[in-house]
């Protein structure tokens, strides 16, 4: 007769014959071993990090480069843009045949201020017609006419003292200022359209030559006749100086 087995016995020994067939697991296994590595996984990770990192580093140089044009742009803005035509300049060798013209070394001074004037005479056209009037006019003055610069009625620019001598016409602005002459009489009739183009040019092209410094001012004075047409017409210049101008 074969014994009799107690349901808790034949419990037991089941469980052990499964833990016995079960593989064991030590504590000292990792969990990776567990879950092993996807290669596949890891390169499409490498490659999304990639991607973000490229995509950052376009974006920075964006920026870069946007903030370095905003600075190129703003200073562009302060640069005088380039003048045409230049300046018609007559010299005083072509059109003075009658007195020497003192050598004197360039003054390195920059003029602030720009005194603009009339000569109270006809007006002239033309270099020939002009250095007729200019040779009479300066033989009716005991040196050489007291002007820097004077604007013909056609546009051109004839100098008389030049950039080197001061004008003896106001000894208070002389030391750092230009005599600008508008050949002709403007107590009625207004300068030229050609005359006033050019006094721009002048003083873009003297502004460009370091003849006058970044703030200089326009003047307008009276030195026989008041040349209100002339004033009138030169007050629109951003640097005409009403407060220092002979106003009436």
Known sequence: MQPLISPIDHES???????EDEPRTSEATPLLQRFPRNPGQEEQRYRTTMVVTLLFLVLFA????GTYLLVIQSRSE???PPVEPSVLMV???QWDKTSPIQTTQQSSTKASQVIVVETGTRQCYGASDCAKL???MQATNVSSLPYNFMISSDGQTFEALGWRRQSPLFPQYSADALVLA???NFTQEAPKQAQILEAKNFLAEALSQERLQPRFVVIGRTVNEFPKSL????????QWNKELSDIK
């Open 91 to 93: 010299s005083r060798f």
């Open 134 to 136: 200019l040779n009479m």
């Open 13 to 19: 020994r089941t469980s052990s014959y499964r833990a």
């Open 78 to 80: 302060n640069v005088l």
């Open 231 to 238: 004033f009138l017409a030169l007050s629109n210049l951003p």
């Open 182 to 184: 508008f050949i002709g």
């Open 62 to 65: 964006g920026i870069v480069i």
